[in-house]
C-alpha cells in the first residue's frame, strides 16, 4: 500500500491538504510519482467553481478529486496489462483532456478535476486504465521534469496553431494552418501562455511567418520578452519581429497596420478575454484572416462586437482552441527532448504545502508559470527573490547562482539543485 499526500477539491474554494492512503493497483493501472505540476488558471477556475465546473463530479463533497493537471514524473509500478508498454522508472507526462467518455463525469473526464487518485498536486498517483487506453500516458525522454510538466500548456498554443484556417478562392475547402510566410499578431501576448507561443513560433522548422508583433499593456513584461526572445534572433530565423506597448499608441489599431505595411494579419492570436483586444484583432485582420481567440473567459456571457461587413466581403473568421490533443503534446515532448527549452514561462517554484494559497490565489499573483516540487516544502518563491534569501539560506544562495548563469531563468541544473537538497 503507498501513501500519497495530495491537494483535494471538496467544494468551491474549499481545498485540503491531506495524507492518504492509495489502494492497491489493479493490473490495468500504473503506480506513479509525481515530481512536478505548473499550476494552471484553469485549476483557479475548477477551486472556484467546484461541482459546478463541467469536468468535476457532482459528489466531490463526499469523493474528493485531486487537482492539478500539467505534471509529470516517473513510473513506479506497472499493471500486468502495460507490462512491455510501460516500464518502472519511465519519465511521463500526461495529455489530460483524455476524451473519455467512460469517465466519472462522461466525456469531458481529465486527470486534475475527475479522478479520486490521480492529479498533478500529488506525491504518488494511480494512472487509471483509461488515460493508457487513449494514448494519453506520453514518454518524456528529455532532460529534467519541469519540462515535462509544461508540455501541456506548450500543447495548447501547438493546438491554436494547427486550428487556424485559411480558405483557398474559388472552393470551400479550409486549408487548415498559420500561413506560411505571413503576418501573424499575438495580442496581449507576453502572458505564460503568450510567451509560449513565442517559443513555438521562433523554434519551429516546417513553417514560420514572415512578420511577428507582440503586444501587450505593460512595459515590464514586454522588454523581459524581449530579453528571452530577441527581435535579432527571430531575424536570423527569417522572421520580422516587433514588441508593441499599445498602452502607448494613440492608435494602437493604426500603429499594427502601419507594422504589416497596411496589409493587415493573416493570423491573430488573442490571449486575454478584454473586449477591447478582440476588437484589436478583428480590426487588423488581413483579406481571409483568422483571428483566433485563446483566452478563456471565466464568464458564460462575456461577448464582443465583430465586424461583420468583413467577415461577408473580406472572407475573416474566428476559431476558439482550448486545449491542445495527443498529436500536439507529442509534438510539444519531441520539441523539447531536441532542445525546446520552456523555461521562460517560470517565474516561481514552491512545494506542495503551497498549491492550495497559490491556487485560490493564481489571478492577482503575478509573473508566469508556478512550478511546484511536490516532495518539498517551501512557499511559493518568485526567481528574482533568490538573492534576498540566499543572504540567510545557502539553498537559495546556489540556486540564485544557478539562475543568474542562466539569463534569469529556470533549467535542469537548478532542478537538479533542489532536487538534492
Not at 477551486?47 to 478529486?65: E, F, Y
Not at 511577428?212 to 512595459?219: A, G, K, M, S
Amino acid at each position: 500500500m503507498t501513501t500519497t499526500k495530495a491537494v483535494r477539491i471538496y467544494g468551491k474554494k474549499d481545498l485540503r491538504l491531506e495524507t492518504f492512503a492509495l489502494p492497491a493497483i489493479g493490473e490495468t493501472e500504473i503506480l506513479a510519482k509525481v515530481i512536478c505540476d505548473s499550476l494552471c488558471m484553469s485549476s483557479y477556475k475548477a477551486a472556484t467553481q467546484g461541482a459546478d465546473h463541467k469536468r468535476i463530479p457532482d459528489d466531490i463533497h463526499l469523493n474528493p478529486t485531486i487537482i492539478g493537471h500539467e505534471f509529470s514524473g516517473e513510473l513506479v509500478e506497472v499493471g500486468r496489462r502495460w507490462k512491455g508498454t510501460f516500464e518502472p522508472g519511465m519519465k511521463f507526462s500526461i495529455q489530460p483532456a483524455i476524451n473519455y467518455a467512460g469517465g466519472p463525469v462522461g466525456i469531458l473526464s481529465a486527470p486534475g478535476y475527475s479522478y479520486r487518485y490521480i492529479g498533478g498536486d500529488a506525491t504518488y498517483v494511480i494512472i487509471p486504465a483509461e488515460v493508457m487506453e487513449m494514448d494519453c500516458l506520453l514518454p518524456y525522454t528529455g532532460k529534467g521534469y519541469y519540462p515535462g510538466a509544461l508540455a501541456e500548456p506548450m500543447s495548447c498554443v501547438i493546438g491554436a496553431m494547427h486550428a487556424n484556417y485559411h480558405t483557398r478562392p474559388g472552393s470551400y475547402i479550409h486549408e487548415m494552418e498559420i500561413v506560411d510566410g505571413g503576418n501573424m499578431a499575438l495580442l496581449a501576448g507576453v502572458g505564460p501562455m503568450g510567451l509560449a507561443a513565442i517559443n513555438y513560433v521562433l523554434n519551429r522548422k516546417d513553417r514560420k511567418p514572415g512578420l511577428l508583433v507582440v503586444t501587450d499593456i505593460d512595459q515590464q513584461r514586454l522588454d523581459r520578452a524581449a530579453m528571452l526572445f530577441p527581435t535579432s534572433a527571430a531575424a536570423k530565423k527569417g522572421i520580422e519581429m516587433h514588441y508593441l506597448n499599445t498602452s502607448n499608441q494613440q492608435n494602437p489599431v493604426e500603429s499594427l497596420k502601419q507594422l504589416s505595411k497596411g496589409a493587415g494579419y493573416n493570423d491573430v492570436f488573442v490571449f486575454a478575454p478584454v473586449a477591447r483586444v478582440i476588437e484589436q484583432a478583428d480590426a487588423i485582420l488581413a483579406f481571409d484572416g483568422c483571428l483566433n481567440f485563446f483566452a478563456g473567459p471565466g464568464d458564460p456571457a462575456f461577448s464582443a462586437p465583430l465586424n461583420f461587413y468583413s467577415i461577408h466581403y473580406n472572407f475573416t473568421h474566428i476559431v476558439g482552441t482550448s486545449g491542445g490533443n495527443n498529436d500536439d503534446m507529442k509534438e510539444a515532448l519531441k520539441m523539447m527532448s531536441e532542445g525546446l527549452d520552456p523555461a521562460g514561462l517560470v517565474t516561481h517554484i514552491g512545494g506542495l504545502d503551497a498549491v492550495i494559497d497559490t491556487t485560490l490565489n493564481l489571478p492577482v499573483i503575478p509573473g508566469g508559470k508556478k512550478l511546484i516540487y511536490t516532495h518539498i516544502s517551501m512557499p511559493l518563491t518568485a526567481l528574482f527573490d533568490f538573492e534576498v534569501l540566499g543572504k540567510k539560506q545557502p539553498l537559495f544562495a546556489e540556486l540564485d547562482s544557478i539562475v543568474k548563469s542562466n539569463k534569469g531563468l529556470w533549467s535542469t541544473e537548478a532542478e537538479d539543485c533542489l532536487l538534492k537538497r
